[in-house]
Nanobody
Framework: QVQLVESGGGSVLAGGSLRLSCAAS????????MGWFRQVAGNEREGVAA???????YYADSVKGRFTISRDNAKNTLYLQMSDLKPEDTAMYYC??????????????????WGQGTQVTVSS
């Protein structure tokens, strides 16, 4: 059974950092496309960062230079290191596993399995 469990969210001041983790089970994450998304209540889910099966990273323009996506194959875990956080980064953050076939890295519809999310709140 595929399961994704996020952790590491919290409340920080603007300019601070957080590292989100996504523990995967039921499959080997290093062979799959994986992504991080975020959502503010009432808004659509936004793609933040993704890794393809070769671990090539993709980033939304809004987070380039501030966020880094990575994975630890030994731990079967995906990470999102977030630095220089801004109030507009406040959202629920989700990790997800991409589908086979056509895949757009930051497109919600190209992901099949989702975690339950972890809240990130950035105050000024």
């Amino acid at each position: 059974q595929v399961q994704l469990v996020e952790s590491g969210g919290g409340s920080v001041l603007a300019g601070g950092s957080l590292r989100l983790s996504c523990a995967a089970s039921g499959f080997t994450a290093d062979t799959y496309r994986m992504g991080w998304f975020r959502q503010v209540a009432g808004n659509e889910r936004e793609g933040v960062a993704a890794l393809d099966s070769l671990s090539t990273p993709y980033y939304a323009d809004s987070v380039k230079g501030r966020f880094t996506i990575s994975r630890d194959n030994a731990k079967n875990t995906l990470y999102l290191q977030m630095s220089d956080l801004k109030p507009e980064d406040t959202a629920m953050y989700y990790c997800a596993r991409g589908r086979p076939g056509r895949w757009r890295p930051l497109h919600e519809g190209d992901y099949v399995y989702w975690g339950q999310g972890t809240q990130v709140t950035v105050s000024s």
